[in-house]
């Protein structure tokens, strides 16, 4: 049994800042400022790493960051909801929609998420794709701050769905940022990288994925590849 871990943003598609945009309502209206989260890297970063690093650099104490903490999310969560809309902002990476099916439609495959989005704002930027039923299990950032701490999650919830373990070397991390590449080495998973976000191909290659694709757009290829490649 394999099981393949795909990223959201940049990765399975993109929102096109409306996710940006959510956080900053949500952050003046729970704590009273956003600091500088306009310049803030959000590239790989889970949810709540990007409410603690922007409101401590800004002089919030810890204590209060964490006393409001489900109130912003649950602010950040309304304000994606009402930014998202009709989802006509949501766009799907080239090859997405054939690729997840195909995984899924595989007899030894597990399709999943692993993403530093919270569940609630991760299943409301895949609503507009119809491709949630297709992700059967996930590790999300309202999990764990720490993207490296997601892997054995989502195993775990493989493993009790199966009803069996699922060896490390058989998980496949598939995102757009050196972060998805760090958080598949940190856990002894298989690093796939794909260059359809913010990170050019050779800033990826650069941090030595096992696999690495411009894009998804030759879905026999990508399946091939995964299916056959490293952990196989």
């Not at 704590?31 to 690093?53: E, M, N, S």
């Amino acid at each position: 049994m394999r099981l393949f871990l795909f990223d959201i943003d940049g990765t399975l598609l993109t929102a096109r800042g409306v996710g940006r945009a959510a956080f900053k309502q949500a952050l003046e209206g729970t704590y009273g400022t956003a600091g500088a989260l306009d310049a803030y890297d959000l590239r790989g970063k889970t949810d709540p790493r990007i409410v603690w690093d922007v409101l401590t650099a800004a002089g919030i104490p810890g204590e209060a960051i964490e006393a409001r903490l489900r109130d912003c999310f649950e602010a950040y969560v309304r304000e994606l909801e009402t930014l998202l809309g009709d989802g006509s902002a949501v766009q799907l990476m080239p090859g997405i929609r054939d690729l997840v099916g195909a995984l899924s439609a595989h007899p030894d495959a597990i399709v999943g998420l692993l993403t530093g989005n919270i569940e609630a704002g991760a299943r409301l930027k895949l609503r507009p794709t119809r491709l949630l039923p297709h992700f059967r299990v996930g590790a999300y950032g309202s999990d764990h701050i720490d993207r490296r701490r997601l892997p054995p999650i989502a195993r775990e919830r493989a493993a009790r769905l199966v009803g069996r373990d699922i060896d490390d070397e058989r998980v496949t991390i598939i995102g757009d940022t050196p972060h998805d590449v760090d958080c598949a080495r940190a856990s002894g998973a298989v690093a796939v990288a794909v260059a359809t976000g913010q990170y050019p191909a050779d800033e990826l290659a650069a941090c030595a994925p096992d696999l690495l694709f411009r894009d998804f757009s030759d879905v026999a290829r990508t399946v091939a590849a995964l299916t056959n490649g490293p952990g196989s």
